[in-house]
């Protein structure tokens, strides 16, 4: 075997250990974020909280996520992936335990929203790893695979969280995953690394004349952004990512108003138990992991088309929420075959959103990138915990189904403008040794 030949070979088999890493470290951010709405009624009626204080709990912990989110994202691109990551889940689940052992609104929400920032630790690196370790035409694929560890994470803790809660109490619902958490960050710092070049190692640029494979840029790719130009520059001088962070603001009031509400929603209107309750987070994320993965295909496969296929994600929705609103109340199984196509849409829609992101700007800026589009992302999750907790208390839940719909109809204006940037190139092979 050639020295070349010798260092993709290295290149491939260090590239499938980080991005298994980067999936499995994901996926457990999630167990430490999702694991209060699963529990949420039966946490508000513990401790004496109506919707409102629920929601000003989610509301406030959401805008510390996107804090951080923004905030952390920009120091990730100065820092070391392999360190950064585990540490975010040790804080993250110190304030599990926290949360749990001090049951006051202001103590819980104060830790709750310090959650929230560190969770920022997260996201931001796990971008920037699949950024430097595969080359655009090769980022549909591995982002939609990737991005099934949202589902993953979020799809366990549900029917976790209800179950734990349901033997030993709503605390355990935070003990639990804090303890998963803390064994998984070791295994972060055991098995993920950096960038190819921290390991001595070069780009996948470098191996993009490998036979059968050609090198292609995606229309809109910030190739003529040079590296001396800084990250923000890059982020806030182009305003096709001020319309895509506006896009994500909406996508996130679709996607938290069924996580953080729908438990609770299917347990005051459809009689589910709470068991039921936290499985409607399962077929939510479990539907998921296959609507991220189709779409990481089809998009590389049709060129790159994402903003369109974000489109036909948001008209599916539309249908689920109809779904909703018309199935007589008695059939829980047409709320969980919503809940299931709105899970299937959402998610690819957001990752198609993170890959548009990558696409317009450089390798340099992808976690100040990260942290622009999360930041409106979870500025729209406060948004919706706030005000749908306050619409189905006072109005019930039909009015905050009728700002779910009002949701889907701005996003689905906002796609129409981005498919005029929003495009790729068409697929290459994957490189093989």
């Not at 409102?52 to 951080?68: K, N």
């Not at 920009?74 to 926290?98: H, I, K, Y």
């Not at 991005?147 to 935070?174: I, T």
């Not at 889907?408 to 490189?431: I, M, N, Y």
């Amino acid at each position: 075997m050639s020295p070349d030949a010798a260092t993709h070979a290295r290149f491939l088999a260090l590239r499938r250990q980080v991005f298994e890493a980067a999936f499995v470290g994901y996926a457990a951010y999630y167990l430490t974020r999702t694991n209060l709405p699963p529990v949420a009624k039966e946490l508000g009626q513990a401790l004496g909280y109506d919707k409102a204080a629920l929601g000003q709990l989610l509301a406030l912990s959401g805008l510390a996520y996107g804090v951080g989110k923004f905030l952390l994202g920009a120091a990730s691109d100065r820092s070391n992936a392999r360190w950064f990551m585990p540490a975010g889940l040790v804080l993250s689940a110190a304030c599990n335990v926290g949360f749990a052992l001090w049951p006051s609104l202001t103590a819980q929400t104060w830790l709750w929203s310090l959650n929230g920032v560190f969770q920022g630790m997260g996201w931001a690196p796990c971008g920037r790893i699949l950024a430097h370790w595969f080359g655009p035409p090769e980022r549909g694929r591995a982002f939609g695979v990737w991005n099934a560890s949202h589902n993953v994470g979020a799809a366990l803790v549900g029917p976790l969280a209800a179950y734990v809660a349901g033997r030993w109490g709503w605390q355990s619902a935070f003990y639990v995953p804090a303890a998963l958490s803390l064994g998984l960050a070791g295994y972060l710092v055991w098995r993920l690394r950096d960038t190819p070049a921290s390991e001595g190692l070069p780009g996948p640029e470098a191996f993009a004349h490998a036979p059968g494979v050609t090198e292609a840029r995606p229309a809109g790719h910030s190739a003529a952004a040079p590296q001396e130009t800084s990250p923000w520059a890059q982020v806030l001088g182009n305003p096709w990512m001020w319309l895509l962070a506006f896009a994500n603001f909406f996508a996130y009031v679709i996607r938290y108003a069924l996580l953080d509400w729908g438990p609770t929603f299917l347990k005051e209107t459809r009689g589910a138990t709470l068991m039921q309750g936290g499985w409607s987070t399962f077929v939510y994320e479990a539907a998921a992991i296959l609507g991220t993965v189709a779409a990481g295909w089809l998009t590389d496969r049709l060129g790159g088309k994402r903003a369109f296929l974000g489109m036909l994600c948001v008209v599916l929705m539309g249908f689920a929420l109809l779904l909703l609103v018309a199935a007589p109340v008695t059939w829980l199984w047409a709320s969980l075959l919503s809940f299931a196509v709105v899970g299937f849409c959402i998610y690819p829609l957001l990752m198609l959103f993170t890959v548009i992101g990558l696409d317009l700007t450089s390798q340099q800026a992808i976690g100040t990138a990260a942290g622009w589009i999360g930041l409106f992302g979870y500025l729209g999750k406060g948004a919706q915990a706030v005000s749908l907790g306050w619409l189905a208390e006072r109005h019930g839940w039909s009015a905050a189904l009728g700002a779910i719909g009002a949701a889907l109809g701005v996003e689905l204006a906002l796609l129409v403008l981005l498919t005029r940037q929003a495009k790729a190139p068409a697929p290459v092979p994957l490189p093989t040794p």
